[in-house]
């Protein structure tokens, strides 16, 4: 079983930054593909970016390319998305995610964080 505990999230104005965090129990954490998604008010989720167990691979929505960033410390178990140029329509909860395998996240993730909420006002 793995935990997943997000922090990070806050309010910002439009043009900020901000950097989340996902902290993950277990001994494996360097053998899973992690990632984030997101979901806004009255919205369904939606994928944001996620990482490969090395590192090597990472691939973001369109949405969020070139402004946002994912990378993990496996050291650490952690795994890190900056967000740069905030938008008022990056509002939402942002949810941690962790699959069994270690190639990129898959579209059902087998463990989920309990969300962190991100707010950027115009």
């Known amino acids: 079983q793995v935990q997943l505990v997000e922090s990070g999230g806050g309010l910002v104005q439009a043009g900020d930054s901000l950097r989340l965090s996902c902290a993950a129990s277990?001994?494996?954490?360097?053998?899973?593909?992690m990632g984030w998604f997101r979901q806004a008010p009255g919205k369904e989720r939606e994928f944001v970016a996620t990482i490969n167990w090395s590192g090597g691979s990472t691939y973001y929505a369109d949405s969020v390319k070139g402004r946002f960033t994912i990378s993990r410390d496996n050291a650490k178990n952690t795994v890190y998305l900056q967000m740069n140029s905030l938008k008022p329509e990056d509002t939402a909860v942002y949810y941690c995610a962790a699959d069994r395998k270690p190639d990129i996240l898959s579209s059902s993730p087998d463990y989920w964080g309990q969300g962190t909420q991100v707010t950027v006002s115009s």
């Open positions: 277990g001994r494996t954490f360097s053998n899973y593909a």
